[in-house]
C-alpha cells in the first residue's frame, strides 16, 4: 500500500514535519510493508518555509535584520538548490514579536523584510515564495520597498521614513534606483487574504485594530495607503489598489504585486513547489491535518487544498485533528472519507499539546485497522 502523508503543522504540538513522521509510524505499526511518503504542507501561514524546506530538503539562512519597530532581530528564510527562496513576512515583522503594550500603527513599518529578500538574491535566488500574514504593520509595503531602493518623498523633495506617521507628508516616490534584480525573479505570494488595500474591507480596517491601530487612526492609516498606492502608479506602477490580496499584510501584498507578483491561494503554491500531485498520483489513500478542523476548513485551509489534489487522482483521504470544531462532521462526504480527533479523552491542553505525535501516531493505526475491516 502506497499512503501520502500530507499534513499541516499541529500549532504549538507538531511542525508538519513531524506530524507526517507520525502518521509514517501509525500506518507501519499497521502495514509494515507500506511505502509512505512524507509531504509536509503548509497554507502559505507560519510554517510554510519549514514546511517547504523539509519537502524540498532546502536549507536555512538566517539574516540581521530590523523588527516592525526597527529593532534589531535575525530572522530566517528558506533557499533551495535550484535558487527557490521561501521568505514568510512575519518573521521579521510578525505581530508576535512585538508585545500588544508596544504596538504603535503609525510607526510600524515593512522595512525588515527587505533584508531577507536582498540575502536572497544576492544568494542566487531567481525564485520567491513569499508567505503573506501575521504582520503588526499596515505601511502598504513602503518599507519593504524602500529596503529595495524605493525613496519615499515628500512636495519639497524631503526624504520620508518609511512608516505611516511620515507618510503622511508624501507626495512622490523614486524608484530608479529600486533593485534591477527584481525585474527578473519570479515572485509568488502564498496567501488566502483577498482584502483590497482601501476601504471598509481593506488593510487598515479589517486588520488595523488587532495591530494597535486605535478608532481614530484608521482612517488616517487607509489614506496613508491611498498615498502609498497614488505614488506607486504616478511612478509607473500598476494600480493594485482593487486586486484581491492587495491587503494582505498591511499592504505589503500591494507592494509585492506591484513589482509583478502573483498571488495565489497558499496551499496551492505549496502543494505545488512540495509535488504533491505527483505524490499523490498513483497512491492508496492520503491522509492530511491539523489542529483544527471545522468547517472553515473547506475555506483554503491545508486539509482541503490536500483533498482537492486527491480528488483529481481519485485518491481517499482521511482528516486528523487535534480538535474537532463546529461543522466538522460537514467534512465527510466532502473531499474526506472521515475525519477523526486524535485527543484520547479529558486532559490539559498542555498535555495534549506535549503528547501530540504519539496520538496522532495512534490515532493513524486506529483508523487504520477500522478501514481494514471495512
Given at each position: 500500500m502506497r499512503v501520502v502523508l500530507a499534513?499541516?503543522?499541529?500549532?504549538?504540538?507538531?511542525?508538519?514535519?513531524?506530524?507526517?513522521?507520525?502518521?509514517?509510524?501509525?500506518?507501519?505499526?499497521?502495514?509494515?510493508?507500506?511505502?509512505?511518503?512524507?509531504?509536509?504542507?503548509?497554507?502559505g501561514g507560519e510554517g510554510t518555509t519549514a514546511a517547504l524546506m523539509a519537502a524540498l530538503e532546502g536549507q536555512w539562512r538566517t539574516v540581521r535584520t530590523a523588527d516592525a519597530l526597527?529593532?534589531?532581530?535575525?530572522?530566517?528564510?528558506?533557499?533551495?538548490?535550484?535558487?527557490?527562496?521561501?521568505?514568510?513576512?512575519?518573521?521579521?515583522?510578525?505581530?508576535?514579536?512585538?508585545?500588544?503594550?508596544?504596538?504603535?500603527?503609525?510607526?510600524?513599518?515593512?522595512?525588515?523584510?527587505?533584508?531577507?529578500?536582498?540575502?536572497?538574491?544576492?544568494?542566487?535566488?531567481?525564485?520567491l515564495i513569499v508567505g503573506l500574514g501575521g504582520t503588526v504593520t499596515t505601511d502598504g509595503g513602503a518599507g519593504l520597498l524602500a529596503g529595495l531602493g524605493a525613496i519615499w518623498l515628500g512636495v519639497d523633495g524631503t526624504v520620508l521614513d518609511p512608516r505611516p506617521g511620515a507618510l503622511l507628508a508624501l507626495d512622490h516616490v523614486d524608484l530608479t534606483a529600486l533593485d534591477p534584480?527584481?525585474?527578473?525573479?519570479?515572485?509568488?505570494?502564498?496567501?488566502?487574504?483577498?482584502?483590497?488595500?482601501l476601504g471598509p474591507s481593506g488593510a487598515a480596517?479589517?486588520?488595523?485594530?488587532?495591530?494597535?491601530?486605535?478608532?481614530?487612526?484608521?482612517?488616517?492609516?487607509?489614506?496613508?495607503?491611498?498615498?502609498?498606492?497614488?505614488?506607486?502608479?504616478?511612478a509607473g506602477r500598476r494600480d493594485v489598489r482593487e486586486l484581491p490580496g492587495s491587503g494582505a499584510a498591511g499592504g505589503l501584498g500591494a507592494a509585492f504585486l506591484a513589482l509583478g507578483a502573483t498571488l495565489r491561494p497558499g496551499v496551492e503554491v505549496v502543494a505545488e513547489a512540495a509535488g504533491l500531485d505527483d505524490a499523490v498520483r498513483g497512491a492508496d489513500l492520503v491522509l492530511t491535518g491539523e489542529g483544527s478542523l471545522?468547517?472553515?476548513?473547506?475555506?483554503?485551509?491545508?486539509?482541503?487544498?490536500?483533498?482537492?489534489?486527491?480528488?483529481r487522482h481519485g485518491v481517499p483521504v482521511i482528516a486528523f485533528a487535534g480538535r474537532l470544531g463546529d461543522g466538522a462532521d460537514e467534512l465527510v462526504g466532502r473531499g474526506f472519507v472521515a475525519v477523526q480527533s486524535i485527543t484520547r479523552g479529558p486532559g490539559t491542553l498542555a498535555d495534549a499539546l506535549r503528547e501530540g505525535p504519539a496520538n496522532l501516531e495512534r490515532a493513524v493505526a486506529t483508523a487504520l485497522r477500522i478501514r481494514a475491516l471495512g
Open positions: 499534513p499541516d503543522s499541529f500549532k504549538e504540538s507538531m511542525t508538519a514535519a513531524d506530524a507526517a513522521a507520525a502518521m509514517a509510524r501509525g500506518v507501519r505499526s499497521v502495514h509494515p510493508d507500506s511505502e509512505c511518503v512524507e509531504v509536509p504542507m503548509a497554507d526597527g529593532r534589531r532581530i535575525e530572522a530566517r528564510y528558506g533557499l533551495t538548490a535550484d535558487g527557490l527562496a521561501v521568505i514568510e513576512v512575519a518573521a521579521s515583522v510578525g505581530i508576535g514579536l512585538v508585545e500588544p503594550a508596544d504596538r504603535d500603527a503609525l510607526r510600524a513599518n515593512s522595512a525588515g523584510v527587505a533584508p531577507l529578500v536582498i540575502d536572497a538574491l544576492d544568494a542566487g535566488a531567481t525564485r534584480r527584481l525585474a527578473d525573479t519570479t515572485i509568488e505570494l502564498a496567501c488566502d487574504v483577498t482584502n483590497p488595500l480596517a479589517i486588520f488595523g485594530p488587532q495591530k494597535g491601530a486605535t478608532p481614530e487612526q484608521v482612517p488616517v492609516l487607509d489614506g496613508v495607503l491611498a498615498r502609498v498606492a497614488d505614488a506607486l502608479v504616478a471545522d468547517r472553515q476548513t473547506l475555506a483554503g485551509k491545508t486539509p482541503a487544498g490536500v483533498a482537492a489534489v486527491a480528488a
